[in-house]
C-alpha cells in the first residue's frame, strides 16, 4: 500500500509554470510505476503523465507534451510534475497515482490515490 500527498498547486496566469510534488508513504512507491491524472471543472478524470519505477520510461498525453515534465526521486520517496506554458484549460485538480504492476498508469486494475491538488489557471 502506499499513501500519497499532493502538493504546489494553485493559481497562476496562462503562460505560467507551476511545479507539483507528490510525497509517498509506503514500500510499494520504489517498485510502482507513478503518475498524474486530472480532472477538469465538470468532466471526468484523464491521464496526464506517468514514470516508471526506475525513471526510465515516461509517458504523456498529447496535451502535455513539450509542456510537461514528470521525474521522480526515489531516495525521497517523491514525484514530481513540472507544469510550463500553463493554459486555462489545465485548470483542473490533479491526483497523483501509485500503479503497481502498470507500466504506464493506462492499464492495470491496482491504484493508490492522493486526494488532489487544485490547479487554476487565468486567461
Known amino acids: 500500500q502506499v499513501q500519497l500527498v499532493e502538493s504546489g498547486g494553485g493559481l497562476v496566469q496562462a503562460g505560467g509554470s507551476l511545479r507539483l510534488s507528490c510525497a509517498a508513504d509506503?514500500?510499494?512507491?520504489?517498485?510502482?510505476?507513478m503518475g498524474w491524472f486530472r480532472q477538469p471543472p465538470g468532466k471526468g478524470r484523464e491521464f496526464v503523465s506517468a514514470?516508471?519505477?526506475?525513471?526510465?520510461?515516461?509517458y504523456y498525453t498529447h496535451s502535455g507534451k513539450g509542456r510537461f515534465t514528470i521525474s521522480r526521486d526515489n531516495a525521497k520517496n517523491s514525484v514530481y510534475l513540472q507544469m510550463n506554458n500553463l493554459k486555462p484549460e489545465d485548470t483542473a485538480v490533479y491526483y497523483c497515482?501509485?500503479?503497481?504492476?502498470?507500466?504506464?498508469?493506462?492499464?492495470?486494475?491496482?491504484?493508490?490515490w492522493g486526494s488532489g491538488t487544485l490547479v487554476t489557471v487565468s486567461s
Open positions: 497515482v501509485a500503479c503497481p504492476g502498470s507500466p504506464d498508469c493506462q492499464t492495470g486494475v491496482e491504484r493508490y
Open positions: 509506503g514500500r510499494a512507491f520504489s517498485y510502482s510505476t
Open positions: 514514470i516508471s519505477s526506475s525513471g526510465s520510461s515516461t
